[in-house]
């Protein structure tokens, strides 16, 4: 999936947004998360804990 930061939450965590075309039905797919780990910028790939919006 392709990332990108949305900023920091009110507990001045770094949220990113994750985001890609679903390869099955070309509709839009985008997740929510927050690293657990203190990595500087998260693995695009790593999509642990993602909270997803789909349809
Ligand atoms: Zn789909």
């Not at 929510?32 to 993602?50: A, Q």
Request: aromatic share 12%; hydrophobic share 35%; net charge positive.
């Amino acid at each position: 999936m392709n990332n990108a930061t949305v900023g920091q939450n009110k507990n001045k965590e770094w949220v990113f947004v994750y985001y890609q075309i679903c390869p099955k039905c070309n509709e839009p797919i985008i997740g929510i998360k927050v690293p657990k780990k203190r990595e500087w910028y998260p693995s695009r790939f790593d999509t642990e804990g993602l909270v997803l919006l789909h349809k």
